[in-house]
């Protein structure tokens, strides 16, 4: 949970004229602790964002219960009711104006925390003008008798919607979703629901750990949805349905793609050093090896010839490691409302968040980047700002989101968004050798249902030099329409004659790929 304005002073509920210095610990507090300094202290107005309001009346319960204090919570259906106990009591039904609530708390005279869920509308000036000014005026009134009492007033709402005349009342709390802790304790209310129905589950220590990493970055309801969800379709916790939960999420994001991917590394021919450096880092993201002392991968950037199976490793390592791949179009971006862009972009990132561990793609990031150049005569500097935004975002975040960018033209490319830091590491894809050739050649027929044994891979790919991964690729296929055509079988010789009547881009961009290899040779590290 991040604090918008700095802790006062903290107040003994039990000596209420005494007020002494806060002691702060030196260890970083939790949502709760955090929440319990703010009432101890007396401030009068918390705005908390939350969708989980369960979970934050349940916090704000067990502060109720330490410091001796009544919790209420107001509704428009409802009115008020009292949360103290195990169930909620009503108090007053008829109280469901916004100024009949304040109008309450001014007047209750007990200790106690009051929780406006959905208060956001009642005070945001853009939905309702000038009718919110006596609500407005009204809080602002209730704020400044609070200062003096022990009651603490709590908007909760998913949304963050003030007017600035609360601006120096409110503090505002972001209640961040459930860690890993609170995650298994919601895995096991919904094992013990299952097991009282009869139904018997095994769950291994590792298969617990692995379905609790893909329950990150939803919310308690989401998470228990996906459990019981996995536990219909297959009679145990699969991972990887839990992981698609967080698809729902994206599918509300018109910047972000969800990527469902069956690929792995074995579908890209080659490239063994960026295999190996990908393998040793596939638990990177587990507690072991946190406890290790490892820090999070940051990301990879992959330059290198078009078609070279650049955007297949990104696919296939989010099906290594197990995680969901998110694209970022930087297309949709860029919008033509002043300022739209800068937040398209800060609301993807904050999705993104939402749900790590996860592995976020930007395809051919030079051309979403050309106009960065000129953005300050062509656009009024809003690519300028909207990349500038990003590269703060990779350099400080704290989440795990690993990044994949890939480019072509590397010339396209500011030099920060280069520097060690931001990436991990910088791979160079170049055109596959005569080995990864072959390879590749095996892939591509064993994919459309043919032996490769039944094929001359060396005589296919001594043939098919200088031909890119995407090219060896449409060689078989355009020979599969020839033998299709003919009423034949594919053959070598159906292969070979696609092969001939090819021009591969590096014959016909060959000053160009000449360059970037030239430029990788000392400033980026093969991939194969």
Known sequence: MLLREPVKQAVSDNEPDERLPLRLPTAPLNREEELDVLVRARYPLLYIVSWEEGRVAASLRRICLRRSKHLYAWTVTEGIVNLDGPTPQSVDPTAKDPLQVLDYISSAREAAIFILKDFHPYIDEGKLGASCAPVVRKLRDVAAQLKESHKTLVILSPLLRYPPELEKEITVCDYALPNVDELDEALGRVLSSVRRSGLKVQLEDGNRADVLRAAQ????????????????????????????????????????????????????????????????????????????????????????????????????????????????????????????????????????????????????????LSGISSSGRSDGGTTARVFASFLTWMQEKQSPVFVIATANNVSSLPPEAMRKGRFDEIFFVDLPTEEERAAIFAIHLHKRRRNPAHFDLPALADAAHNFSGAEIEQAIISALYDAFDEGHDLTNADILNAIRTTVPLAQTMREDITTLRNWAKTRARSAS
């Open 217 to 368: 970055g939803l919310t308690t309801g989401e998470a228990e949805n996906a459990f019981a969800r996995s536990l219909v379709l297959t009679r145990r916790l699969d991972s990887g349905i839990v992981a698609a939960e967080k698809e729902q999420l994206i599918r509300r994001n018109r910047v972000l793609e969800y990527y469902s991917t069956i690929a792995g590394l074995d579908d890209v021919g080659g490239l063994a050093t960026l295999k190996g450096w990908l393998h040793k880092r596939q638990l990177a993201f587990s507690e072991e090896a946190r406890r290790f002392g490892l820090p999070e991968p940051r990301g990879i950037l992959l330059l290198g010839v078009q078609g070279s199976g650049k955007s297949l490793v990104a696919k296939a390592v989010a099906s290594l490691w197990k995680l969901p791949l998110l694209k970022l179009d930087l297309g949709k971006v860029f919008s033509e409302m002043v300022g739209s862009s800068e937040e398209n972009m800060r609301a993807a990132l904050r999705t993104a968040e939402s749900i790590a561990p996860a592995i976020l793609w930007l395809d051919e990031i030079d051309k979403g």
